[in-house]
C-alpha cells in the first residue's frame, strides 16, 4: 500500500480499480442475497427497487438514514482504530452500552450544573465508560497474553448483564406514573429516570431550516456533527500527528516498530482505550438526542455493524462517514420493504455478513489482479 | 451441593460446549481459527428445531449439522480460497447467521424469534448402572447426545494421533509448506477441518433446540460458540482437555441456575461464565500452545 507503484497504465487501473472495491463488493452482496429473497418468491430486482425508492425518495427517510449514520460513524471508527494498530475490537458492543450507562447516570443525577457544563460532561463521561470497558480486554492481552477477541466477546455479554440488572435495579425510576396515563401495562419498566433537559443534545433541524433543509421529522441532533467531527479527528490523528505514526507503524509490523524505537505495547495500550472512548460515544446519540433516558430495550449492534463500517470504508475517515451512510440507507430500506413488500427486515443483517465477506474477498482479487499484472510487465519488461 | 443432580445438570449443560470445543480442534488443528462457531451454533439450533419440526427429531438433527457445515463452507471458502482475514470471516459468519436465522423464521414460522415446539430424541436410561441411587439422576433419560459427546471425544483422539487424515490435518496445521511438499492436500485437509467443525458446531445447536429447550429461541447460544473456543484454547487443542474445560464451564453454568432463588441477582449469576471463561484464560494462555500456523492463510506454491 505504501509502496508507491509507478505509475503506469495499469496501475492507475488498480488504484481505481481499489477505490470503487466497495461499490463491486456491495453490489455482489445484494446479487448474493437475492438468493434469500427468490426463496420466499419475492422479486429481488422489485424489492431493491422498493428499498431505494422508499429510502431516498422522502425527506424523513433521508432524516432517518443520517440519524442512523450518526451512532455506526462513532462506532466504525473505534474498529477503524483498532484494525490499524492491528487488533481486532470486538468489543465496541459492550463499550458502547458501558458509555451510555455513565453518561445516563450523570446525565439525571447531577444537579443544578448550566448545560454547557452538564452536556459536556455527561459526554466525557460516556466516553470514560468506553475506555473503561476497554481496559481489561487490552491489560489482559498485554500482561496475559489473552486474545482480545474472546475476552471482549465476554465482556459484552457481562455489559449487557450489568445493564439490565441496574436499569432493573438500583437506577430504575421508581417514579414512574403506572397504568395507562404513564402508557404502561401495570407495572413500572424498567429505565433510568429521565436526563435532565440540561444533559439532552439539541436538534439539528432547527440550524438546517435556516439554510434550507426542511426535514419533517426523524432526529438528527448535534451528534452528527459531531461525528463527523471525529471522523475528521481520526484522518488528523493518523496522517498528522506522531502518534498517528507510530499506530500505523505499529499495525503494519509491531517487531519493525520496535526496532525503530517506538514502545509497541504502549502504543497498541493507548490506541485501544482511545478505540474505547470513541466507542463511548457510539450510543450517545440514542440516549442523548432521542430517548433521553436508558432502558432495557435500547438499541443493540451498532458494534457489530461498525465492524462492517470499517472494513467497508477502508479504515479511512471519508469511507466510514459513506460507509455509515450506506448501512443507515440499508437499515432505513429494511423498514421499507418490510411496509411495503413484508419482507423480513433482516435483509438488512444478511446483507451487512455478505458485505463484510465480500469487501475482504475482493481486496483478495485486486491483491491478486495487481500481482498478475506487475509479472507481465516484469515479463515484458525482460524480454 | 455436589448433589447428582446437580452433577447432571453440569453434564447437559457441558455437552454443547464439549461438542462445539472438540469440532473447533478440527478446525483450528488444520491452522484455521474459527470464531464464526456461534453463528454456526445458531443456524444449527435453528434449523435442527425446523427440520425437527417437519422430518421429526433424527432428522433435524441431522439438517442442524448439515446447516452447521455449510455455514463453515462459507467461512472455509473466504479463509482458504480468498485467505481473508479468519477473524473478520467468522464475525461475518457470525452476523450472516443472526440475519438468515431471523430470516428464515419469520419465512417459515411467521415468528422472527422462536420456532414451535419439536419432539426430543428418544431418552436412554443406562440399564443396572442407573438403579444405583447416585448415579441415578445422572443416568436416567438422558439424550442420546450426551453420549455422543463423550464418546466424540476418544474418537476425535484416536483420529488425530493414530489416522493418516489425523496427522495429515494437524501436519497443515504446523506446516503447510512442508505437508504440501510430502504430498498433502492442503487446502482439502483445512476444508475438511473447517466443515467437521461446523458440523459439530451446528450438532451442538440442534442439541441445545431439539433436546435440551424442545424448540429454537432467539439468544439461546448466549456465546457458548466463544465459550466453547475458550475451552479448546484451555484444553490445549486437545479433545481430553477440551472435555475437562467444557465440564467445568458445564458446571458453572449448572451451579448458575441453582443460584437463582438465593439473593444476588440474576444478572450476576448469569456472568458467571463470561467472567469464569475470561479468568481461565488469564491464567492459562501463557501456558497454551496453539497449532504453529493457526490463523496464517496458506498460499499455495508460494514457497517463502
Redesign the interface.
Known amino acids: 500500500m505504501n509502496a508507491q507503484l509507478p505509475r503506469s497504465k495499469a496501475a492507475k487501473r488498480l488504484a481505481l480499480l481499489e477505490k470503487f472495491s466497495p461499490v463491486l463488493a456491495v453490489l455482489v452482496a445484494m446479487a448474493v442475497a437475492s438468493i434469500?429473497l427468490i426463496?420466499?418468491g419475492k422479486n429481488p430486482l422489485v424489492v431493491y427497487g422498493t428499498m431505494f425508492y422508499f429510502a431516498f425518495g422522502r425527506m424523513d427517510s433521508i432524516a432517518n438514514i443520517l440519524y442512523k449514520a450518526t451512532p455506526l460513524i462513532f462506532a466504525g471508527i473505534a474498529c477503524a482504530v483498532g484494525f490499524r494498530v492491528g487488533l481486532?475490537n470486538?468489543g465496541v458492543e459492550g463499550q458502547y452500552l458501558i458509555g451510555v450507562l455513565c453518561a445516563a447516570s450523570v446525565g439525571f443525577a447531577v444537579k443544578g450544573l448550566p448545560v454547557y457544563i452538564h452536556l459536556p460532561l455527561t459526554i466525557l463521561a460516556g466516553a470514560a465508560g468506553g475506555a473503561l470497558w476497554a481496559l481489561?480486554p487490552i491489560w489482559?492481552k498485554l500482561k496475559?497474553?489473552?486474545?482480545e477477541?474472546?475476552?471482549t466477546?465476554?465482556?459484552n455479554?457481562?455489559a449487557f448483564?450489568?445493564v439490565?440488572?441496574l436499569v432493573a435495579?438500583p437506577l430504575m425510576d421508581k417514579t414512574q406514573v403506572i397504568g395507562p396515563a404513564g402508557g404502561g401495562f401495570g407495572s413500572l419498566r424498567a429505565r433510568t429516570p429521565a436526563l435532565l433537559p440540561t444533559a439532552r443534545m439539541p436538534d439539528l433541524h432547527g440550524t438546517l431550516e435556516k439554510i434550507g433543509i426542511n426535514f419533517p421529522a426523524g432526529s438528527v441532533n448535534w451528534f452528527l456533527i459531531l461525528a463527523l467531527l471525529a471522523a475528521v479527528g481520526l484522518w488528523y490523528l493518523l496522517w498528522k500527528t506522531p502518534f498517528g505514526l507510530e499506530l500505523r507503524a505499529v499495525g503494519h509490523n509491531p517487531k519493525a516498530a520496535e526496532t525503530a524505537g517506538i514502545r509497541s505495547n504502549a502504543v497498541i495500550f493507548r490506541t485501544f482505550l482511545l478505540s474505547g472512548a470513541v466507542a463511548g460515544l457510539a450510543g450517545l446519540s440514542d440516549l442523548l438526542g432521542y430517548f433521553g433516558y436508558l432502558d432495557i430495550d435500547f438499541p443493540r449492534n451498532f458494534g457489530?455493524t461498525g465492524?462492517?463500517v470499517a472494513?467497508v470504508g477502508r479504515n479511512g475517515a471519508v469511507g466510514i462517514v459513506l460507509a455509515s451512510v450506506l448501512f443507515g440507507f440499508l437499515s432505513r430500506g429494511g423498514m421499507g420493504i418490510l411496509i411495503i413488500e413484508k419482507v423480513?427486515m433482516?435483509?438488512?443483517?444478511?446483507?451487512?455478513?455478505?458485505i463484510?465477506?465480500c469487501i475482504?474477498?475482493a481486496s483478495?482479487?485486486i491483491r491478486r489482479y495487481a500481482r498478475a499484472q506487475q509479472k507481465k510487465e516484469e515479463a515484458s519488461a525482460n524480454a | 451441593m455436589l448433589s447428582p443432580e446437580l452433577l447432571a445438570s453440569a453434564i447437559r449443560m457441558a455437552v454443547p460446549i464439549i461438542i462445539t470445543a472438540v469440532g473447533a480442534i478440527y478446525s483450528e488443528r488444520s491452522g484455521i481459527v474459527n470464531?464464526g462457531l456461534e453463528g454456526m451454533m445458531i443456524v444449527g439450533a435453528f434449523a435442527g428445531a425446523a427440520g425437527g419440526v417437519f422430518l421429526g427429531p433424527f432428522g433435524g438433527i441431522l439438517v442442524g449439522m448439515l446447516a452447521g457445515a455449510f455455514m463453515a463452507l462459507?467461512h472455509a471458502y473466504?479463509s482458504i480460497q480468498?485467505?481473508?482475514?479468519q477473524?473478520?470471516?467468522g464475525?461475518?459468519?457470525?452476523?450472516?447467521?443472526?440475519?438468515?436465522v431471523?430470516?428464515a423464521a419469520?419465512?417459515i414460522f411467521r415468528m422472527?424469534t422462536t420456532t414451535p415446539h419439536v419432539d426430543h430424541l428418544p431418552a436412554i436410561t443406562v440399564p443396572l448402572l442407573a438403579g444405583i441411587p447416585w448415579l441415578k439422576p445422572i443416568l436416567t433419560h438422558v439424550s442420546p447426545l450426551v453420549f455422543v459427546a463423550f464418546l466424540l471425544v476418544p474418537l476425535t483422539a484416536w483420529i488425530m494421533n493414530r489416522t493418516v487424515f489425523g496427522l495429515r490435518l494437524r501436519s497443515v496445521g504446523e506446516y503447510p509448506l512442508a505437508a504440501e511438499t510430502l504430498g498433502v492436500n492442503v487446502y482439502l485437509m483445512k476444508y475438511s477441518g473447517v466443515i467437521i467443525s461446523g458440523a459439530l458446531a451446528g450438532l451442538s445447536g440442534a442439541y441445545l433446540s431439539v433436546e435440551h429447550t424442545g424448540m429454537y429461541v432467539e439468544g439461546m447460544t448466549?456465546?457458548l460458540g466463544?465459550?466453547a473456543?475458550?475451552a479448546m484454547?484451555f484444553g490445549n487443542w486437545k479433545p481430553g482437555g477440551a472435555m475437562l474445560a467444557g465440564l467445568l464451564f458445564g458446571f458453572a453454568q449448572a451451579l448458575s441456575f441453582r443460584l437463582v432463588s438465593e439473593a444476588i441477582?440474576f444478572?450476576?449469576i448469569?456472568?458467571i461464565p463470561?467472567?469464569l471463561?475470561?479468568v481461565v484464560?488469564?491464567?492459562w494462555?501463557?501456558r497454551s500452545r496453539p497449532p504453529a500456523a493457526a490463523g496464517v492463510p496458506y498460499e499455495r506454491g508460494e514457497s517463502a
Open positions: 434469500a426463496i420466499i481486532f470486538i481489561v489482559l496475559r497474553g489473552v486474545h477477541v474472546i475476552t466477546i465476554m465482556l455479554h457481562t448483564l450489568f439490565q440488572f435495579g457489530f465492524i462492517a472494513l423480513p433482516e435483509t438488512y443483517y444478511i446483507l451487512q455478513g455478505l463484510i465477506l475482504v474477498m483478495e482479487v | 470464531i462459507i473466504a480468498f485467505k481473508v482475514d477473524i473478520v470471516s464475525t461475518a459468519i457470525n452476523i450472516l447467521a443472526y440475519g438468515l431471523r430470516f419469520i419465512s422472527a448466549q456465546g466463544f465459550i473456543l475458550a484454547i441477582p444478572q450476576f448469569k456472568m463470561y467472567l471463561t475470561i484464560l488469564a491464567g494462555s501463557r
